[in-house]
């Protein structure tokens, strides 16, 4: 089954840029790689999705390498609300189910 | 409102009592989920709904019992719980069930067995 790493917690101020880096060694040739957001007592919110190389959109962006075998979200100039857990995520396909499994998260803290 | 709708947002239930958990999405996806969460650990997926047929169980104890009547719709039936299942279920949808459809959540029922 494809597993996916990330740092347990991170810190930044304002401004900055901020990079979570996802490690996923054993991604499948079909498997897609999708971030989400989460606040306390809300769902998860879909951040981006990519399959390789570079995905942008207007809130983040995500770098794949070649081998693909990790992927950094990239958040320009955080603010406050930025502050949240962050997910990465990456399919399974055991017996042609896809299942959604979600890891522990990097829980982001945003300071003034 | 993220199109999945979750009712009720909060349910205080005794451990011999009977109730479920609702779920709507009008977004016209044909998948469906619920996912557990407890405090401090990482979501949990219990079941998967494709095209209205369970296509997963996750080993979840037949107190947990799903409905899904209809691609829109999706149930959650509880009964004879223990308190440490109290926890934030959360219901999800997507396109489809794979892994190229981002999936978009609800904000959950925050469950507390007594």
């Known amino acids: 089954l494809a597993k996916t790493t990330q740092p347990i917690s991170m810190d930044s101020y304002e401004g900055q840029e901020v990079n979570i880096t996802c490690s996923h060694n054993?991604?499948?040739?079909?498997?897609?790689i999708t971030w989400y957001q989460q606040f306390p007592s809300q769902g998860p919110r879909f951040i981006i999705q990519g399959y390789k190389t570079k995905v942008t959109n207007e809130v983040a962006s995500l770098f794949i390498p070649a081998d693909r075998k990790s992927s950094t979200l990239s958040l320009p100039r955080v603010s406050l609300s930025d502050t949240a857990v962050y997910y990465c995520?990456?399919?399974?396909?055991?017996?042609?189910?896809?299942?959604?499994?979600f890891g522990r998260g990097t829980s982001l803290i945003v300071h003034p | 409102e993220t199109g999945v709708t979750q009712t009720p947002r909060h349910l205080v239930m005794g451990m011999t009592n009977k109730k479920s958990l609702k779920c709507e999405q009008h977004?016209?996806?044909?998948?469906m989920y619920w996912y557990k969460q407890s405090a401090k650990k990482p979501l949990e997926l219990m079941f998967v709904y494709n095209f209205k047929e369970q296509t997963e169980n996750n080993s979840v104890p037949s107190r947990f019992s799903p409905e899904c009547p209809n691609s829109s719709h999706l149930f959650l039936h509880l009964h004879t719980l223990q308190p440490v299942v109290s926890a934030l279920y959360l219901c999800a949808s997507s396109q489809e069930n794979r892994g190229d459809y981002g999936y978009t959540f609800g904000s959950g029922t925050r469950l507390t067995v007594v």
């Open positions: 995520l990456v399919g399974d396909k055991p017996g042609g189910s896809y299942i959604p499994t």
């Open positions: 977004l016209g996806h044909n998948a």
């Open positions: 054993n991604i499948a040739t079909n498997d897609y």
